[in-house]
């Protein structure tokens, strides 16, 4: 059974920075690949940004492009979301989430990953 357990999130000024962290348990981490995805009030979950096993693969959504970084420590089985310059639109529960079969590849599609995190809100204010 894996586990993925998110961290970091909080109320944030715009234009401030956070770090998420997303422990993941139970699986071989270094196997596979993992994203961020986001979920606001009223709207569908959104793809933010993946990785594959050994962070040589990296995409990101168009909107997080050049503010967001992802990363991953192997040793320490743990994904990270480095979100600078916040803005108010970025208000939303976070998720992580790992993809076992294809860990060299990034998805973007959230139908690809096979266990999630249960979320880390993110609060932006004006």
């Known amino acids: 059974q894996v586990q993925l357990v998110e961290s970091g999130g909080g109320l944030v000024q715009a234009g401030g920075s956070l770090r998420l962290s997303c422990a993941v348990s139970?699986?071989?981490?270094?196997?596979?690949?993992m994203g961020w995805f986001r979920q606001a009030p009223g709207k569908e979950r959104e793809f933010v940004a993946a990785i594959s096993w050994s962070g040589g693969n990296i995409v990101y959504a168009d909107s997080v492009k050049g503010r967001f970084t992802i990363s991953r420590d192997n040793a320490k089985n743990t994904v990270y979301l480095q979100m600078n310059s916040l803005k108010p639109e970025d208000t939303a529960v976070y998720y992580c989430?790992?993809?076992?079969?294809?860990?060299?590849?990034?998805?973007?599609?959230?139908?690809?990953?096979?266990?999630w995190g249960q979320g880390t809100q993110v609060t932006v204010s004006s």
């Open positions: 989430a790992a993809e076992k079969n294809m860990g060299w590849r990034t998805q973007v599609r959230s139908t690809f990953y096979d266990d």
């Open positions: 139970g699986g071989t981490f270094r196997t596979y690949a």
